[in-house]
């Protein structure tokens, strides 16, 4: 899982010196560490065509450092990015498709991997039945089986259905209280699901995303079908939250897509929200990202019909700066 706060600190790092190989490498083209190897050479008569070639050896080391084979088995990613410079190698694993490419520049190619951050999906699923229940933690499309220590169990209370969701919903609020910024989404029927949203006091159950069942069970082999579903919810309910956020910043004038405005705002640190259309990416808005997300600012990368203006950047300012 790769964070904000690991590309930001990774984009402020005193010691940092370019020029810079960012390198996005997919598991389905790249399959082995000789290819691997094959990939390192393409990239040397690339650097040596653009850079000194004395510079070469800090770089090549870096790169045949890194173990492959490990990354690929161990993390059980898509892929991974590295970037490089002069001083100091950073990785990061990939979960969703990614092509393979190898960028050299004076500063990091970090928007594919901004993609991949906001894409990055970390819920439970809380599949509540009359009289029983199971929890799944969903990290993107990993699906685990959250084992239930001394749960409530409805035979002890005489099947009383009101009595045992209360305390579903107390056991939720005691087993995952460290964990605040993991939400749980609701899977169950109508009626199950009207009841427990009655009594419920968890405000980590979500009740804007959710899951109507059929019937009364979930099939494991359901179980996928079900996350998709939840997802598409997420990144609907993000891309809404997106336009609210933005018609209401322009309400108080806190808004612009002005390229030249956005330019100074990023330098200036007044940027809270940087939207780009990822159909007109270019150099200038991978700069700005890294300069945005310096200054502790978010980056979302969207496609045209998902910008919440027609603009190929945007952004919400801070309203104190």
């Known amino acids: 899982m790769t964070s904000t706060i690991e590309l930001r600190n990774m984009l402020t790092l005193d010691y940092e010196i370019g020029p810079f190989i960012s390198v996005y490498v997919s598991f389905d083209e790249i399959t082995n560490k000789e290819e691997y190897f094959n990939l390192i050479k393409n990239i040397k008569t690339k650097f040596n065509n653009k850079y000194d070639e004395n510079l070469w050896s800090k770089?090549?080391?870096?790169?045949?450092?890194?173990?492959?084979?490990?990354?690929?088995?161990?993390?059980?990613?898509?892929?991974?990015?590295?970037?490089?410079?002069?001083?100091?190698?950073?990785?990061?694993?990939?979960?969703?498709?990614?092509?393979?490419?190898?960028?050299?520049?004076?500063?990091?190619?970090?928007?594919?991997?901004?993609k991949e951050i906001q894409s990055e999906l970390h819920y439970r699923i809380l599949i509540l039945e009359k009289n029983n229940f199971k929890i799944y933690r969903i990290d993107n499309n990993k699906i685990t089986e959250i084992k239930l220590v001394n749960k409530p169990i409805s035979i002890l209370i005489n099947d009383d259905q009101k009595k045992f969701y209360q305390l579903v919903d107390e056991y939720l609020t005691k087993q995952f209280s460290d964990d605040d910024y993991v939400p749980t989404v609701l899977v169950a029927n109508e009626e199950n699901s009207n009841l427990y949203f009655e009594i419920a006091k968890q405000n980590k159950v979500l009740k804007n995303i959710n899951y109507k069942t059929v019937g009364e069970k979930i099939s494991e082999d359901h179980l996928d079908k079900v996350v998709k579903d939840i997802n598409t919810q997420f990144y609907a309910e993000g891309i809404h939250n997106n336009h609210f956020n933005y018609k209401k910043a322009a309400a108080n004038n806190t808004v612009s897509n002005d390229l030249n405005e956005i330019i100074s705002d990023a330098i200036a640190g007044k940027i809270d929200t940087l939207f780009i259309n990822e159909e007109k990416y270019n150099h200038t808005y991978n700069d700005l990202a890294i300069t945005t997300i310096g200054f502790a600012g978010e980056v979302i990368v969207l496609s045209k019909e998902h910008m919440p203006v027609n603009a190929d950047c945007a952004v919400i300012n801070r309203k104190y700066v």
């Open 59 to 114: 770089y090549e080391r870096k790169l045949k450092k890194f173990n492959f084979e490990k990354d690929k088995h161990i993390n059980n990613g898509s892929g991974f990015a590295l970037f490089i410079s002069v001083k100091a190698v950073h990785s990061f694993t990939l979960t969703q498709p990614i092509n393979t490419k190898v960028i050299l520049d004076d500063t990091m190619e970090i928007l594919p991997l901004v």
